[in-house]
């Protein structure tokens, strides 16, 4: 299904849009319009070939072969409906450039909502350490030595997450930002605290 920010007739002006960019087939339209929007819209091409075929209809696009693929190309009359409807796509772009702030920002909070977690599991292990050591007959050494880590390893989630965020902004700005993204982030920041407390515990 169309998300709402193609209203009625706003995807067959950005299909239009796109040809002019340059011909494509329609693979690489259903591609160009997943770049746009990071990832969070994809059509299928149940979606898109009917409504090329109403714009070869229409004598908006024209139509050729190259090899098993076809080719649309944007016709003077595509052109002329494309600059008199031109208001309409910069709201539409505007529109995708809200989509992928909004995925952006979702990306920024699970970011920090996992390193929040992994640095309380960590601050909660040090505090622990520091318990078993003051129960028993031992140096100071391996409280000071707790405590250090526990610094390095905050300051470590911190420049992780401040590099990362600003890598995620950049990204975003170039419509990379992708659901993907957000499974590969939960995956991974998953398996580091898996590993981390399966280290702790052996300590």
């Known amino acids: 299904m169309t998300p709402p920010v193609f209203a009625h007739g706003n995807l067959r002006l950005y299909l239009l849009a796109l ?3 340059q011909p494509r087939h329609g693979y690489e339209l259903i591609q160009a319009l997943s770049d746009r929007f990071g990832g969070t819209y994809s059509p299928s091409a149940g979606t898109i ?18 090899g098993r693929k076809s080719v649309y190309e944007i016709t003077d009359a595509g052109r002329a ?4 409807r031109r208001h309409e796509l910069d709201a539409i772009e505007d529109d995708v450039t809200d989509s992928v702030r909004r995925l952006a920002e979702g990306v920024r ?14 601050a909660n292990a040090a505090r622990e350490a520091r318990k078993a050591a003051s129960t028993e007959p031992a140096t100071p050494q391996p409280t000071a030595e ?3 880590a526990m610094h390095e ?3 470590a989630i911190t420049e992780f997450r401040q590099q990362l965020r600003l890598e995620l902004r950049n990204q975003a700005n ?14 991974r920041l998953a398996d580091v605290r898996t590993e981390v407390l399966q280290e702790l515990a052996r300590s």
């Open 109 to 122: 909070a699970e970011v920090d909502s996992a390193m929040r977690t992994l640095r309380a599991e960590l």
């Open 19 to 21: 040809l002019e960019e």
């Open 146 to 148: 707790s405590t250090r």
């Open 49 to 66: 070939y009917p409504r090329l075929a109403k714009l070869e209809e229409e004598g908006l696009v024209t139509k050729r072969t190259d």
């Open 81 to 84: 409906e494309l600059e008199s």
């Open 153 to 155: 390893a905050d300051l």
């Open 174 to 187: 170039r419509g990379r930002v992708n659901g993907d993204t957000v499974t590969l982030l939960r995956t």
